[in-house]
């Protein structure tokens, strides 16, 4: 199956550095999504790529969709003490809309 | 207000005992799945519903059935629920917004099989 590398696993920073994670996939991949998961609840999708070499932008939050289609990453500029929480990436390249997630970057902000 | 909801958030049982975890959409999504998320596994599908009376199984669809007898409603059943089950649960839609496949996640369910 589809296999997604996700990396950092954790990042701790101080509060108004920059965040950069990514993703990798073993196959090629026609969307990738961006989540972010706070303690005790389900994650909320942040950011939807789906054109190669796509760039896009959600306040302080930019996603890329890697030119080879095989590959994500998230930067969050200027972070915040709310920005803490588990970000993922997921990627879909089959026609049943299956999305296959990465174990997701664990970010902690100290203010 | 777009939703999904699940139901119970939280839930301790013994093993064996039959349960089932609710969930419904309000998008009126053709696309439905359950994930469980496990720490260190991430999140893995367990089933999915493309349509009603749809539904196939994802990567982990041991121990676990689904019905899809309506759009709105996908719930999970656990047969003979048993301790290697005790996780967290989520029901989710995907559907198109704006030309866009997007999906979109349920609050999760705490499962504790003792």
């Known amino acids: 199956g589809q296999q997604l590398n996700q990396s950092p696993q954790s990042m701790f920073i101080q509060e108004g550095e920059d965040v950069s994670m990514n993703c990798t996939s073993s196959s090629i991949f026609n969307t990738w999504l961006w989540y972010k998961q706070d303690p005790g609840e389900g994650p909320v999708l942040l950011i939807a790529l789906y054109k190669a070499g796509e760039l896009t932008s959600n306040g302080r939050l930019t996603a890329q969709f890697g030119i080879t289609r095989k590959d994500s990453f998230l930067n969050i500029s200027a972070s915040i003490p709310s920005d803490v929480g588990i970000y993922f990436c997921?990627?879909?390249?089959?026609?049943?809309?299956?999305?296959?997630f990465g174990k997701g970057t664990l970010l902690t902000v100290n203010p | 207000e777009a939703q999904v909801t699940q139901n119970p958030r939280y839930l301790i049982t013994v093993t064996g005992k039959k349960l089932t975890v609710t969930c419904s959409q309000n998008?009126?999504?053709?696309?439905m799945s359950w994930y469980r998320q496990d720490p260190g596994l991430g999140l893995r599908q367990i089933y999915y519903s493309m349509n009603v009376e749809v539904t196939d199984k994802g990567d982990v669809p041991e121990g676990y059935k689904v019905s899809r007898k309506e759009k709105r409603n996908f719930p999970l059943i656990l047969e003979s629920p048993s301790p290697n089950q005790t996780s967290l649960y989520f029901c989710?839609?995907?559907?198109?917004?704006?030309?866009?496949?997007?999906?979109?996640f349920g609050p999760g369910t705490r499962l504790t099989v003792t």
């Open positions: 998008m009126n999504h053709e696309y």
């Open positions: 989710a839609t995907q559907g198109l917004a704006g030309g866009l496949r997007l999906e979109y």
């Open positions: 997921a990627g879909s390249g089959g026609s049943n809309y299956k999305l296959t």
